[in-house]
């Protein structure tokens, strides 16, 4: 079983460019999350979704736009790329509406210059 | 005030040394705990939940102390390869979760 599967593992990108990373989840947990890692200031929510179709602001949803269309996939957008969106983001998923363990991906790490 | 707060450290320890973390949450009305383990450049993993009547799992201790709005991890006999980083995660119930993450506090094990 392989989990939660994130692409690109890395990234190097253009300031201005659109980017897109990709979540897929084969556990059929309802409720999946996209956060970002910096440094001193642990994972922060940017957007999630307790069910397909639905999806919810975070804490740091400005510039970022997520969907999801089915059970599995939870592709997270960055429409026009800034340096200060360089970050490691990971995905996750749970079974329970967030209120029990996250299941995380290996996480994609994107520099924007 | 951050809502969840933790000793960044790091904490430098001899193997086979106990080590304890603290880490302090802000909303009285949380209603889960847990303690997740971070590798360097990997993803978070759950180490333990934390309950309120305290919990233990091998060398691992987990405490809850709700009048404080503490929770802590013990880990006693400290091999090598508990050297990472341990997040604090703490569950408010707002209509539906929201769950806020430590920044994480860095153990080091040498031998």
């Known amino acids: 079983i392989a989990g939660i599967t994130q692409a690109p593992t890395s990234q190097i990108l253009a300031a201005g460019r659109r980017m897109t990373l990709r979540c897929t989840q084969d556990m059929r947990h309802n409720a999946m999350y996209w956060y970002r890692q910096d440094l001193g200031l642990g994972l922060r929510l940017i957007h999630y979704?307790?069910?397909?179709?639905?999806?919810g602001k975070g804490e740091v949803p400005d510039g970022y736009s997520v969907s999801r269309a089915n059970t599995d996939d939870f592709p997270l957008t960055l429409a026009s790329a800034v340096p200060s969106q360089t970050s490691v983001y990971f995905c996750?998923?749970?079974?329970?509406?967030?209120?029990?363990?996250?299941?995380f991906g290996e996480g994609s790490r994107l520099t924007v210059l | 005030r951050k809502e969840v707060e933790q000793d960044p450290g790091p904490f430098n320890v001899p193997e086979g040394a106990t080590v304890a973390f603290n880490c302090t949450y802000s909303?009285?009305?949380?209603?889960?705990f847990f303690w997740y383990r971070q590798d360097c450049r990997k993803e978070p993993k759950l180490l333990m939940s934390v309950y309120s009547s305290g919990n233990e799992d091998g060398r691992f201790t987990a405490q809850l102390n709700r009048a404080s709005q503490y929770i802590s991890l013990l880990i006693r006999d400290s091999k090598l390869s508990d050297s990472a980083t341990y997040l604090c995660v703490v569950n408010e119930a707002t209509g539906g979760f929201k769950t806020i993450f430590g920044a994480g506090t860095r153990l080091f094990v040498k031998a």
């Open positions: 979704s307790n069910t397909a179709g639905t999806t």
């Open positions: 909303n009285s009305a949380s209603q889960s």
């Open positions: 996750a998923s749970s079974d329970s509406g967030g209120s029990g363990e996250l299941f």
